[in-house]
């Protein structure tokens, strides 16, 4: 795709690199489908949606690892277009063998190099969006730049964290036995009661009636 634009040790992991090849592929099918509709006149099978959707995907994955620069991104379009240009054409190929024959329609769509109209739609499809993807490209590991920095800035004080937490429950589950241990002593004894004082008088029953 051209050269970096990021350094080495900046890569995408497994689930960023399919997801930047499957939006690429998404995006370049659907331009390159609908700038050779508009060339050719002619509409495309669905079948070579998905095969153009699906080889772009599996070339553009070995290449989704790093940031790309615009004029490599734009290349890639371009190279993209080229090889959808040729399955779209047999496409419309195959297409055309299957139907009736149909006045005014023979041989279209059947040279697999582009003219000079569809080659300008497909260069400035490009162009467009290259500069579009770039700027997408750029605020993508922008955010990737900084996750990995807040979450390097907030590893040290959560591990920490984390630490001291771990450090205490010995301490905590001995002060919670001891206060088990002290309602438990406080239950068998009922100290738990409301105390009396040492002179006080208990009386229990009637009072007796006084003697005459």
Do not use: K, N, Y
Not at 4 to 21: H, P, V, Y
Not at 27 to 35: N, Q
Not at 142 to 166: H, K
């Amino acid at each position: 795709m051209g050269p970096d634009t990021a350094s080495d040790r900046e890569r995408a992991d497994g689930g960023m690199r399919l997801l930047r090849s499957a939006a690429f592929a998404g995006v370049c099918t659907a331009v390159s489908a609908s700038a050779h509709a508009a060339a050719s006149g002619t509409g495309l099978p669905w079948w070579t949606l998905a095969a153009g959707w699906a080889g772009t995907l599996c070339l553009a994955a070995p290449l989704a690892g790093r940031e790309r620069s615009r004029p490599a991104i734009i290349a890639m379009l371009l190279c993209g277009q080229m090889v959808l240009h040729a399955v779209f054409c047999a496409g419309q190929q195959r297409a055309m063998r299957d139907a009736p024959a149909m006045p005014g329609h023979h041989g279209a769509g059947v040279e697999l190099m582009p003219g000079p109209d569809m080659f300008a739609l497909h260069l400035a499809a490009a162009f467009l969006l290259g500069w579009v993807l770039h700027r997408g490209e750029r605020a993508a590991w922008r955010m990737v730049r900084l996750s990995r920095r807040t979450a390097g800035a907030l590893a040290g004080p959560l591990a920490a964290l984390l630490t001291a937490l771990f450090a205490r429950l010995p301490l905590l589950r001995l002060l919670d036995a001891r206060v088990m241990a002290r309602r438990r002593t406080e239950d068998e004894t009922g100290r738990g009661e409301t105390p009396l004082l040492d002179h006080a008088v208990v009386r229990r029953g009637p009072p007796v009636p006084a003697m005459a």
